[in-house]
């Protein structure tokens, strides 16, 4: 069975900064990786994703991810964060990709301070 | 952009009580899933609907729980007797085949009294 580790449960950071979030996951098989944004009261959105081909995956918003096959890891970055970049981060892995269902953790939340 | 919708955003129900949540998949999308969001808790997976069965179920998806497409676009999720643990935030999500990218519904913020 696949899981996700996200290691921070918060993450406070000043405008303009850079910031790191990290997901490690464990899986048998190959898997494919996520990570979605979730502004208050509202739904998941899709930021990135990494089915394969390049290990550096860019996404919306400025948002960028590099998968580590050999550190199961797929950690997001991002050079300079807003304010408007406050909110809950979730990592998610699936086996293959039709009909699969994505295996979450557990959020971090970014907190940009201005 | 087409959108994954969802009805009602929010429902307040007595324990006990049946109810259903409704979801509009984006068009031409063929997998259908729910998950929900306990307060403060990861996202969970309960249920995969493909072909108009059910693929995979997780242990959370119990008796009480169904889905079904009554119109081949609506897609629901129905609790038969709601527990006051059953209230959660509830996700729909559609996939189109041969893209591997699940779309979100806002949600349905289910509260049991």
């Known amino acids: 069975a696949q899981s996700v580790t996200q290691l921070d449960s918060q993450v406070p950071v000043f405008e303009e900064a850079p910031v790191e979030l990290r997901c490690n996951y464990s899986?048998?098989?190959?898997?494919?990786l996520f990570w979605y944004v979730q502004y208050p009261n509202q739904g998941l959105q899709l930021l990135l994703k990494?089915?394969?081909?390049?290990?550096l995956v860019k996404g919306i918003n400025g948002f960028e991810a590099e998968f580590n096959k050999s550190q199961t890891s797929f950690h997001l970055r991002k050079p300079s964060v807003h304010i408007s970049d406050t909110a809950e981060y979730f990592c998610?892995?699936?086996?293959?990709?039709?009909?699969?269902?994505?295996?979450f953790g557990a959020g971090t939340i970014l907190r940009v301070k201005s | 952009e087409p959108e994954v919708t969802q009805t009602p955003s929010h429902q307040v129900t007595q324990m006990g009580q049946e109810v259903i949540l409704r979801c509009v998949p984006i068009?031409?999308?063929?997998?259908f899933y729910w998950y929900r969001q306990i307060l403060g808790q990861k996202v969970e997976f309960l249920v995969s609907f493909y072909n108009n069965e059910i693929s995979e179920k997780s242990e959370i998806f119990d008796d009480q729980f169904s889905v079904e497409r009554p119109d081949g676009s609506n897609f629901t999720l129905k609790i038969r007797s709601t527990k006051l643990e059953d209230s959660a935030m509830y996700f729909c999500a559609t996939e189109v085949s041969g893209q591997g990218t699940q779309y979100f519904g806002p949600g349905t913020r289910l509260l049991v009294l």
């Open positions: 899986s048998s098989v190959s898997v494919y």
């Open positions: 068009s031409n999308h063929l997998y």
């Open positions: 998610a892995v699936r086996k293959g990709q039709n009909g699969n269902k994505l295996v």
């Open positions: 990494y089915l394969s081909g390049s290990t």
